[in-house]
């Protein structure tokens, strides 16, 4: 192969996941290439316009914690930010912002372009080539080839993707863009197992033809608020949302028409998320429900589109125009696209290993909804590490896998590649075992020496970030020594909070444990003003709070980090392990779990069948230091 | 290498007169002394002694048994671990609660085989024997699992799955809270709704306990009585009971072994034999105590093992009797089998509904299929005490100790007002630890409730 374009890392896509995964390899100061089959579409999104909320918004600051884009994109490009969860506790609370979706795309294609070692380039790859199982580069339609040592397919819903609509089904990317189809092909015929998943997206309408009086307004927080730990200039002008119903005519004229849409007429084969259903699977599945909310998203501050969120739909596209005219507050909306369901090819993810290489060909990656994912934010942590670890391998430095006691990505990619999803996989604050230790205000502390030591943090911001731990540790002992004595002047304050007065002295901490107390009252009481900043204060705050609790989960983790010590040589055969039971054995095969703890997350893997791999892994090292 | 301390009844369950728990790990010896109280504390004595001394519950400062500790440090032990093996005699209930003494105090229940598999992991056996080790392994987890299975079967398996299902309901709606903030079709999950929850749940937790640690259906027994008309093999089979199965020592204050009474273990079930004196002195309790006392005494057996002649006709006296009593509870015998058959078996299997056991208990023959029988029907629920929803099983006690705990924990934080979601992890906790009492496989279901009982999304 002389004569051709040579790279390092080749990445197939310039979506959420495929932005990261360029980035992270060209900026590890590999030459890398990124295809697109559209450059005007990098980094778009082709369903809601916001980035963040629940689970995901975390997964954003561990993406920036770890030297990823998508916190600073958004940061610098959103139209409204708040925190959600603010009234329950400090492990669930998560940012969202709404996205201006256009400029987002803008932000982030200029990013791309700025990085010396990436090349982006508009092209349709057609064909993976392989070598005795190990990638060698790609071909585009026209023919094209560019070699790589390292492949990382990033293709969302676009393989094999069929946009349906009522009884119209045809072949297509989102939003209406060229599918890729001979690649889903090759990657059938390699012998990847392919699951068909399904998706979808409501109706766009006019900001100009709505009646918002009909509707309750939703505006951004009035604090600054940021994803990024990088400093940020703060948006304060913001655009508010707008909250909305179904009416009993909108469900009348789901029911009528309910033989026309996609997926009750048998025309939709996929498997769609039980987390984002249609409006139709809302209303049948739910028909005691009088009303769903509707809210209403503006798509950026230079477009009238707005996303009609809750109304995703396939039914036909003057059935949707009925639908969205029976809302109050829609009754004259003109429609600007309609929405569709889409069917797309995606592998099933325990065919990975979890740092994302496909087991079957060496050094091809793959990340985000090919995995069977769905969300902008599952994407970019999938993304990132794929970019880290194919740059890591190439480089011959340790590959990056995240436990799941470290980050949500951890949770998220150990889900995939353990257990694999029968749906759209999303993660939910309740898929990690440990979300006291997995907060958003402390994603930096978690994990940004990790990305220092991938070498996609700066000098600059480690040191910045070594100042902030250094701190807190500074703050949170000086307050386990200050004593607080009962007099006066700290009863009253005890008092205003509705705290019960002191009977003596106590220690600062201690105080500060007390529900009703913060550390803004403590520096009151202590008569001193603060100095640290807030992001500094919290963490203090947090971890004086919580501390029974965050020990409890720190001895769990600790039990599992002992497991996760223990590793599972490559190369056992697991049919020569007698003991195990039938299913544990076919399981362990198919998952070739790295270490016990992973295996013993794998279902059908009893307790029994570790006990009996742990004396067998045993019996290995024994005969090898024997020999 | 010296791993957390596991305990165990190292000896088989109901049989022999000393029952040992053993303990192994690097605690074993600390744990140990928590309990025991004798002339020197364990940590002083020196290896391989055995010492006299009582265990005593630290809580309640209550004298729970007499034993013999026996001290056995690293490295030359069968686990090359710190071992400690408590000898004790007052029967299986005393033995079940210096086990929970154990585990309440720090260690943590073995797996079965662990101890072996530590001998493995320790070098102790010899590599050879890996193999040997594995299958072990397996196979006493089979047996553990099968028996286990067995021991949650019926009333206990549905009181526990409706006590996860109230947990399951307060944790779906917390987490709707938390992943869908804005949806606004479910309350928000106060800490007051909580803690009320919560409570009930200890409350629950807390009499499945006591039932157990009661050990009243060990202690009682299933009332049994054995019937029939005379010469059919009563008083063989009252015999071959208790020699086959060794009589339990009870601690009741009075029963000794030929009043009235006779305990028995049959598979680990335990039976109070009633009137056993009326079998052995006349031979026909019918006959003795006329047919209305018969007709009471009947009447509040909780098992009647009724016995029949093969080789006699069936008389319109014995279809009378099976009439009146209650099927579920009833195993008819048809004994002398070695003997010609005249009993019309299939108008008993046409008419009752029944389970026949066929036996020649002179010959031993088919008093294992009995036992099996009562086994079964004891488990599956057909035949139960009193008191029906208890806990037998070790590894249950313990795992509900720590559902009670774990419960606990919630409580407390409740009442001080932390956050639904922080309070949410004791919660979880305790549902996994129920969900391992009966079996289940947790990953997926709470998700699943989720998104069934809700209706959310963009």
Known sequence: ?627 | MQFETISSISTPVGEGAIAIVRLSGVDAIEIADRLYSGVKKLSEVDSHTINYGHIVDPTTNETVEEVMCAVMRAPKTYTREDIVEINCHGGIHTVNRVLQLTLNHGARMAEPGEFTKRAFLNGRVDLSQAEAVMDFIRSKTDQASKVANQQVQGRLKTYIESLRQSILNILAQVEVNIDYPEYDDVEEATTSFLLSEAKKVESEIGKLLKSSAEGRILREGLSTVIIGKPNVGKSSLLNYLIQDNKAIVTDVAGTTRDILEEYVNVNGIPLKLVDTAGIRETDDIVEKIGVERSREALKDAELILYVMNNNDELTPEDIELLETVDDKKVIGIINKLDLEQNLDTDYLESHFDIPLIKTSIINGQGVDDLENEIQRMFFDGSISSADSTYVSNNRHINLLEQAKTSIGDAISSAEIDVPVDIIQIDLIKTWELLGEVIGEDVSEQLIDKLFSQFCLGK
């Open chain 1, 1 to 627: 192969m002389t004569g051709n374009m040579k790279y390092d890392v080749i990445v197939i896509g310039a979506g959420h996941a495929g932005v990261e995964a360029g980035l992270a390899a060209s900026r590890k100061g590999l030459k890398t290439l990124m295809l697109t089959i559209n450059l005007d579409n990098i980094a778009f999104m082709p369903c809601n316009p916001s980035v963040g909320g629940p689970a995901k918004g975390i997964v954003v600051r561990e993406v920036d914690a770890l030297g990823g884009q998508m916190a600073k994109v958004i940061d610098k490009t959103h139209i409204q930010m708040r925190m959600l969860n603010t009234g329950k506790g400090p492990a669930v609370r998560a940012l969202r912002a709404q996205a201006d979706k256009v400029l987002y795309q803008q932000e982030m294609k200029s990013v791309l372009e700025d990085e010396p070692n990436l090349d982006i380039l508009q092209g349709l790859v057609d064909e993976l080539i392989i070598e005795d199982n190990e990638i060698r580069g790609v071909k585009t339609n026209i023919g094209t080839v560019y070699e790589g040592d390292a492949v990382i397919i990033t293709t969302g819903t676009f393989l094999r993707g069929e946009i349906i609509l009522g009884d119209l089904k045809y072949s297509s990317g989102p939003n209406h863009q060229i599918p890729s189809l001979a690649l889903a092909d090759q990657l059938k015929d390699l012998g990847f197992e392919i699951i068909r998943f399904k998706t979808g997206t409501p109706p766009r309408v006019n900001a100009d033809s709505i009646d918002y009086s009909k509707t309750e307004i939703q505006p951004g927080d009035d604090v600054p608020r940021a994803f990024s730990f990088d400093k940020t200039e703060f948006i304060l002008d913001q655009l508010p949302c707008w909250l909305t119903y179904t009416s009993a005519t909108t469900h009348e004229i789901i029911t009528a028409n309910l033989h026309l849409s996609a997926m009750y007429s048998g025309v939709i084969q996929g498997t769609g998320p039980r987390y984002c259903p249609s409006i139709e699977d809302k209303v049948v599945r739910f028909n005691d429900k009088p009303r769903h909310q509707i809210f209403l998203e503006p798509e950026g501050r230079n477009t009238k589109e707005v996303y009609v969120q809750g109304l995703s739909t396939s039914m036909p596209e003057n059935v949707q125009r009925d639908m969205v005219k029976s809302i109050p507050g829609l009754e004259n909306a003109r429609m600007m696209r309609a929405g569709y369901a889409i069917e797309y090819d995606a592998l099933v993810p325990t065919q990975l290993w979890p740092t994302l290489e496909t087991k079957k060909i060496k050094n091809l990656y793959t990340a985000g909804q090919i995995n069977g994912t769905s969300g902008y934010e599952e994407a970019a942590g999938q993304g990132l590490i794929a970019g880290i670890n194919a740059a890591n391998k190439l480089l011959g430095q340790e590959e990056l896998i995240l436990s799941r006691t470290d980050a949500y990505i951890g949770v998220l990619i150990d889900d995939l590649v353990t257990k694999g999803t029968n749906e759209p996989y999303r993660l939910l604050t309740s898929r990690a075992e440990h979300r006291l230790l997995l907060r958003h205000d402390n994603a930096d502390m978690r994990l940004t020496e990790i990305g220092y030591d991938h070498k996609l943090i700066s000098e600059e911001r480690f040191a910045r970030f070594n100042q902030k731990k250094a701190n807190i540790e500074a703050e949170l002992d000086r307050l386990k020594k200050v004593r607080i004595k009962p007099n006066a002047h700290t009863q009253s304050i005890i008092e205003q909070r509705g705290g019960t007065a002191l009977k003596d002295g106590i220690l600062a901490a201690d105080l500060l444990r007390r529900p009703e107390m913060d550390y803004e009252s403590i520096m009151e009481i202590l008569s001193e003003d603060i100095t640290l900043k807030q992001e500094e204060y919290e963490q203090v705050e947090v971890q004086i709070k919580y501390d029974g609790y965050i020990k409890k989960s720190l001895q769990q983790v600790d039990k599992m980090k002992r497991m996760e010590d223990k590793k599972i040589p490559e190369n056992i055969d697991y049919d020569a392990v007698n003991s195990l039971a039938t299913e544990a054995r076919m399981k362990l095969k198919e998952v070739k779990p790295l270490n016990i703890a992973q295996a013993s997350r794998i279902s059908g893997v009893n307790p029994a069948d570790i006990s009996i791999l742990l004396v067998y892994i045993e019996q290995g090292n024994v005969k090898r230091t024997g020999s």
